[in-house]
């Protein structure tokens, strides 16, 4: 946290949105949400017992609620933004890499889900673990991969993270993180 608050005060233009998967430590069994603040923000978290957590950050002035599907898919938060003439859809999601068939279905009928819904602009992000996608060819080693490549084209969704942003000693780079949207020109930061 302390961190994360060093970068937001740092920076000249603070992020209006910020979504941020694995909150929770391993080694710590529950957080609560005011251990999480920071001052200029709404919070909306999940932070759920037997969960790595997720949180959304909106600065104070955009108005925002979180909402609920019906979805059993394991984590994820979903906003609501509003201004005067439009709403924009954020979810984040985080799919643990030991994720069940079951998981996997549930977070591609997530995606069906928040496509349904009428909104100009629509943001998914998040860690999916899906490390072996190969994004140039858009193409999967499993079923479970094939099946959301298809989901994301099915909703005719683009996936912008275009270089790996993780990589740990001698392991190859992955690409992990997500940023997805119904725009094929996105401007964000990623840090």
Same mark, same amino acid.
């Given at each position: ?7 937001i005060n740092s920076m000249k233009n ?24 920071? #001052?200029?923000?709404?919070?909306? /978290? ?5 969960? /790595?957590?997720?949180?959304i950050y909106t600065i104070k002035d ?29 979810? /984040? ?52 991969? =094939? ?7 099915? =909703? ?6 275009? #270089? ?6 001698? =392991?190859?780079? #992955?690409?992990?993180?997500l940023v997805i949207s119904n725009e ?8």
């Amino acid at each position: 946290m302390t961190e994360l608050k060093l970068l937001i005060n740092s920076m000249k233009n603070k992020p209006e949105i910020i979504a941020i998967t694995e909150v929770k430590p391993k080694n710590i069994e529950s957080l609560i949400e005011s251990e999480l603040y920071i #001052s200029g923000y709404n919070i909306f /978290c999940d932070l759920g017992k037997n969960k /790595c957590g997720i949180i959304i950050y909106t600065i104070k002035d955009i108005k925002a609620k979180q909402i609920s599907f019906t979805s059993v898919a394991n984590e994820y938060v979903y906003v609501e933004l509003h201004n005067k003439n439009d709403k924009i859809l954020i979810a /984040c999601i985080y799919r643990s890499p030991s994720s069940s068939y079951d998981n996997n279905d549930n977070i591609n009928k997530l995606i069906d889900d928040i496509m349904s819904i009428k909104a100009r602009f629509k943001l998914i992000v998040g860690d999916f673990k899906f490390a072996d996608i190969n994004w140039n060819k858009w193409e999967g080693h499993t079923p479970a991969r =094939n099946k959301f490549l298809h989901k994301i084209q099915g =909703n005719f969704l683009s996936q912008h993270v275009t #270089s790996p942003a993780r990589a740990r000693g001698a =392991n190859e780079p #992955s690409l992990l993180d997500l940023v997805i949207s119904n725009e094929d020109f996105l401007t964000i930061l990623i840090i």
